[in-house]
């Protein structure tokens, strides 16, 4: 369904960028050629960049024609979740578009999100198909074509299952109501943001999204993937910089996910069992002698448990009421078994269907974006 200028809602697309200027330009370049249906403004924020990335950018956006910006800038890095929340504060759009400075869209992209929007007054948000721009022909690691959940609360998403990313063959191209939305790129109705309070930003970067995603679902609403839009995404150009702290804040802010939405009672066995896969990763990491790996994962646990009174006074974590299980969308299984233990290698072995022997897939490394690539 074509919606046209005339009678489509403002959209507000916010980026948010910290140092990489030549991508974020890339990605600004693409935006002005290929958002043309619809009316649009887009916010771009410095999240406490070098000055010598800012020089650059700053000489970039001045060669760019027909895209007007708003601009925000941080002298610190203050976190995707707050940066987005304050972002989002100036905006003029009835739907707020997410997306990551390392995406690259494509032309069209954005009116089937908010054609699909409109059309289903129950969906608050939506993605696109998101697809690698190392190897195009793939999915990418962050979102490929909508995100899940298992009972653990391990994301997964169609097209890629930990480390294995998928080739897209078209097996992913239909609607489909997913867990969560990828923060790399999606659009969701600014009202629904500002009912949910914003991103919590404790989450300071991963896993916010996710968490949006799924107060949004105990509400009630729901979230669709929309693979007619394509959007391409280098995947974490800035994270993969310095893993270390990667694995620290994707562990800490996992750990702190999975409390937030189970209550202690009687879900602790699941807290339980979910420390035994995470001494797994311990052990995979002492395996691959990766020591500081290693003391990220222990600093995950330290920061909650040096936290763990300030959530309990504040109502964060619970002690009955709450659960991941009562979502539809939940898979009720371990992908953590399913994948290293059963060998399930795709979104279509974990859900048990007929894939003809389909198992073509790349690992992570060679989708996604490296310095030293």
């Known amino acids: ?27 600004l370049r ?37 895209l ?13 979740a707050r940066g987005s929340n304050l972002a989002a504060a100036k905006a003029r759009g009835k739907i707020l578009v997410f997306l990551n400075n390392d995406c690259i869209v494509t032309r069209g992209w954005l009116t089937p999100l908010v054609s699909f929007l409109e059309r289903y007054p129950g969906v608050v948000a939506v993605q696109p198909k998101l697809r690698s721009n190392i190897l195009k022909a793939y999915f990418d690691y962050s979102g490929g074509a909508g995100g899940f959940l298992d009972r653990f609360g391990y994301p997964f998403t169609r097209g890629r299952i930990f480390d294995s990313i998928e080739k897209d063959i078209g097996q992913y191209d239909d609607p489909c109501e997913i867990t969560w939305a990828s923060g790399s790129c999606f659009a969701i109705r600014t009202q629904a943001l500002w009912d949910m309070g914003g991103f919590d930003e404790y ?17 009630g609403y729901r979230i669709f993937s929309v693979p007619e839009s394509l959007v391409y995404h280098y995947g974490s150009y800035t994270s993969n910089r310095n893993l270390g702290r ?33 001494i797994g990763s311990i052990l995979y990491y002492l395996s691959e002698r990766r020591f500081s790996f ?18 309990l006074r504040t109502k964060v974590f619970q002690f009955s009421g709450r659960s991941l299980h009562s979502l539809a969308t939940v898979y009720p299984g371990s992908i953590v078994l399913d994948y290293f233990l059963f060998r399930r290698r795709t979104y279509d072995a974990v859900m048990r269907r007929n894939v003809g022997g389909r198992q073509n897939f790349k690992h992570y490394r060679e989708v996604t974006f490296f310095e030293n690539r």
């Open 1 to 27: 369904m074509e919606t046209h200028r005339g009678h489509a809602p403002m959209v507000s697309i916010i980026v948010l960028f910290a140092d990489g200027a030549e991508v974020t330009v890339e990605c």
């Open 30 to 66: 693409a935006l002005a050629k290929c958002t043309t249906a619809l009316p649009f403004e887009v916010i771009l924020v410095d999240n406490g960049s070098q000055e010598k990335e800012r020089a650059l950018l700053e000489r970039g956006i001045a060669k760019l024609r027909f």
């Open 68 to 80: 007007t910006l708003q601009f925000i800038q941080f002298p610190v890095n203050v976190g995707y």
């Open 203 to 219: 989450f300071f970067s991963y896993f916010e999204e996710i968490d949006l995603c799924v107060r949004l679902r105990e509400r």
């Open 246 to 278: 990667k694995i620290y804040m994707n562990h800490r802010n996992n750990l702190y996910f999975v409390l937030k939405h189970n209550s202690l009672w009687p879900y602790f066995p699941l807290f339980i069992l979910r420390c035994l896969f995470d």
């Open 294 to 311: 290693v003391l990220s994962v222990l600093k995950a646990y330290g920061a909650l448990v040096w936290h763990l009174p300030i959530f």
